[in-house]
């Protein structure tokens, strides 16, 4: 079989390597096998999409900066499918096509905690992340909630970059959560500060709390 005639799409950013075959025992048909990945520009992590918007396989979840996996077909159907075995129980993915989305992690923005020595340390936790991919591009917005909550009785303060106080800690409460987005354009976080109905932009180095 040709790899030419195997109904399936790339996209830039997908390459793929070691194709092979081997055929079926008493027949004419044959087993081909190919590896394909998705690489990443440098400080860009991917996520492998299959079939448009239907998932992608186990390894998005460790936020990857190349993500490798492996296609078998069965020239008796000529569909390309991923297989995976989850706690015992094997899964298989007929495959179409498959995309590589850039995107911004959570983890590329600093996440501190305030000085021990003249505040009580609050943790900062990000929840909520989730990417949409930007049309007509590979690549994607991201957005979180930033929060910290202070121990009983005591009021948190969320401070972003050298210590600009955001709007959300007044008024004064246990646990302040802010939303950030982030563009895989130019991969920066962002925070969108309104002050007296005024938006303004603020790109995001480090987010810290005290209480």
């Not at 109904?7 to 008493?26: A, E, F, L």
């Amino acid at each position: 079989m040709e790899l030419a005639t195997a109904p399936i799409r790339w996209s830039m950013d997908v390459t793929y390597s070691g194709y092979s075959y081997s055929q079926i025992s008493g027949s004419s048909d044959a087993i081909s096998t190919m590896s394909v990945r998705c690489s990443a520009l440098t400080d860009y992590n991917v996520y492998m999409q299959f079939n448009g918007c239907q998932g992608g396989p186990l390894n998005n979840q460790n936020f990857p900066e190349g993500n490798d996996i492996t296609l078998t077909c069965n020239s008796a159907d000529m569909v390309w499918n991923y297989v995976v075995t989850l706690n015992g129980i094997t899964y298989t993915r007929r495959i179409i096509s498959v995309t590589c989305q850039r995107r911004c992690l959570p983890t590329d923005l600093p996440l501190e905690s305030g000085e021990t020595t003249t505040d009580r340390e609050i943790e900062v936790t990000y929840l909520m992340y989730q990417t949409t991919q930007i049309p007509g591009t590979l690549d994607t917005t991201a957005t979180m909630n930033l929060q910290c909550t202070a121990d009983t009785g005591f009021f948190a303060s969320m401070s972003i970059n050298e210590g600009v106080e955001v709007a959300e800690n007044v008024p004064p409460a246990q646990t302040v959560t802010i939303s950030a987005s982030c563009s895989s354009v130019d991969m920066v976080w962002q925070y969108t500060l309104v002050s007296m109905g005024v938006s303004t932009t603020v790109p995001l180095t480090r987010v810290w709390c005290q209480g």
